[in-house]
């Protein structure tokens, strides 16, 4: 059924059956349980999404504002945690000093060693809260500035920007980190949600397996690279530089551009689609807009080269959402972990999901070294 | 290819070539690049299988004196890696501090973020020296000893048991931890392994494949399953109770044994009767023999029941290893993180061996949800 060119990274081999996204990679088209990402990323708050992939349906206005209550009130990284983060070199790698301050999580939570569904749902909004206050807390705690604890009446999107900046959130700020998290938080079986679910099939907590998702994504080939596609653009520097970078870097030395193809997709990612519109209206009203039109026109090269036609390379949702995020002014090795805190509620969902109708996740592998050697003691070795 | 029920699990499914062991389950057969796995906890030490399995060949006297050396000098933990583990609380689960000491060690190793070969085998040598030294730790300093740094002279084994104890070990008693990591450091593309794998092929680093594996390892259907043979042995309590416990509890109310029975294995798992020959020996010369008479009694039982005569269920690892390791005196909750730093190279052999070809594990997954759901606004749902 699977070629050996293919049993290797698993393509196209299924794990089983989930409720939670349908990726359509030829059409180009992204489903959260039934919901277009397109109307998703419009019209809802990410709390809207995190009930629809935790319970299968949209909430009413009702549980919409019970959840997004619950989350805030969770949110709160206890002091022994906010204190270790206070303790780790300010020049640690920003996914490293997440992994780790999530693994520790678990040292404070009441819930950590229960693995019941209601144990795992009080952990999953916990975690949801606490991952987006960790996100805003490192880059302050790095400059030496103090963690600001959440506020009780704003939603994530919200409570991030205000935790990161101390400052009542603009508007138009909210809502695109919003529309960020929601077309970022689901994507089928991922390398790092078949993390969590590896970790989870045998019997571990949710906090280890959120710890090997977060690990997991922090790879170039993976989440590591809206941080790479952000580099990129910043090696291009300058809208001229577009068409000699094109061709010495990727035409001559044969390197990739960052954020464009995918395992998946042979059509265009339809979150793609949806973030370069606001990375576009974005840096339209910004003082940096240059770095739009250089993804652009990088993009545009692409598209019109053979080499990028015939293998379907199209820009994925990391390309243009490393330009979303640079405009707001994040620092460009926070991106990575603001994909995590994204991410949080497909890793979550999926989880439960496991559990819900787990079997050990344990393939095989082919041995093609010596068979049985004999034993050569120790003095008589050359 | 594979069936419905079996791609669930992977149960089968080949995720590609590998030189570093051979696991016959049919014939009850290991071998680790070769060598018999009798072989070589009857006649090699820890270092000298680290070897085998990084280099994929013995080490002569000098290789083996050099690398010991090289593991002893880099076992150290970073004093801030040491203040934190003091922060953290006592009756935390010592698998959970261990995952998230592991991480930390990342934020103060300078080779974190180089992903080349030759920082690679230093972090793998750091590693396998300080998950030794932090496993030691943790029992100390959570009775509120102070952590002993590791000696220069002694081989990993003997390493462990001072830094545990304090004392000049006991050569009978290192000799059997050294047989016990010896038996546990590899075993093909197991739960642990596999998800080391899955978070190595995105890019990440060593560190964050090694947590993914601790996480991972964690779970009562892996590495947990130790301690979780050794509550079961002492809830059973005496050996007269053995028969009861037996029909009571698992012909009546259908519990598991734990530690009988394996994915792979369906033929004795041979490193069960290594490990129960240590055992008897060790439970013979100690004050608590009755461990190993419950356990051989329960096993007994179970090879004479149709239900696991027909199901193909021996004791596996896990069985014998607890009755080694509470004879050994060491806390019932930290046999899985003995497990841990036993597993330690053959982890970090694996992630050598994915990088070297590596391609992005990333299954796929049947999608089963509703399918283009209209939107619904907020107000208009009930």
Same mark, same amino acid.
């Given at each position: 059924m699977t070629t050996e060119a293919n049993k290797k990274g698993l393509a196209g081999v299924s794990i089983g059956d989930s409720r939670l996204s349908l990726v359509d990679g030829a059409e180009g088209k992204l489903l959260y349980s039934g919901y277009r990402i397109e109307d998703l990323a419009a019209n809802a708050i990410y709390e809207e999404v995190v009930h629809l992939l935790w319970k299968q349906r949209l909430p009413n206005t009702q549980e919409l504002e019970s959840l997004r209550a619950e989350i805030a009130r969770m949110a709160e990284v206890p002091n022994a945690v906010i204190g270790q983060l206070m303790q780790y070199? !300010?020049?640690?790698?920003p996914m490293a000093v997440l992994r780790t301050a999530v693994s520790a999580l678990a040292l404070y939570d009441p819930d950590a060693e229960d693995n019941s569904l209601s144990a795992n749902w009080r952990k999953a909004s916990r975690l949801t809260g606490q991952i987006t206050a960790l996100t805003a807390a490192w880059p302050r705690i790095r400059k030496g500035l103090k963690p600001i604890a959440p506020r009780q009446d704003f939603n994530i999107a919200q409570n991030f920007l205000y935790m990161l900046t101390? +400052? +009542?959130?603009d508007s138009a700020a909210a809502d695109a980190i919003n529309a960020y998290m929601v077309l970022l938080t689901e994507h089928g079986m991922n390398a790092s949600t078949f993390s969590s679910r590896v970790t989870i099939s045998?019997?571990?907590?949710m906090h280890s397996a959120i710890v090997s998702a977060i690990g997991t994504l922090k790879g170039p080939a993976h989440g590591g690279a809206n941080t790479e596609a952000m580099k990129m653009f910043m090696e291009i520097?300058? =809208?001229?530089r577009v068409g000699d970078w094109f061709r010495q870097e990727? %035409? +001559? %030395?044969?390197r990739r551009i960052m954020g464009i193809g995918h395992r998946v997709y042979r059509a265009v990612d339809p979150r793609a689609t949806v973030l370069r519109e606001r990375a576009e209206a974005l840096a339209r009203n910004s003082d940096t807009p240059k770095w739009f039109d250089i993804a652009e026109m990088l993009a545009n090269m692409a598209r019109q080269d053979p080499y990028f036609i015939e293998r379907n390379l199209y820009p994925n949702v990391d390309y243009y959402s490393a330009i979303v995020l640079y405009t707001l002014k =994040?620092? !460009?090795?926070?991106f990575t972990p603001l994909f995590a805190m994204s991410r949080i509620a497909g890793w979550t969902a999926h989880i439960v999901e496991q559990m819900s109708d787990n079997r050990l996740i344990r393939p095989s592998v082919d041995y093609v070294g010596p068979m049985d050697l004999p034993w050569v003691a120790l003095p008589d070795r050359n």
């Open positions: 070199p !300010v020049d640690a790698n101390g +400052e +009542e959130p045998t019997g571990a907590d520097g300058e =809208l001229d990727i %035409k +001559e %030395k044969g =994040l620092d !460009v090795d926070m």
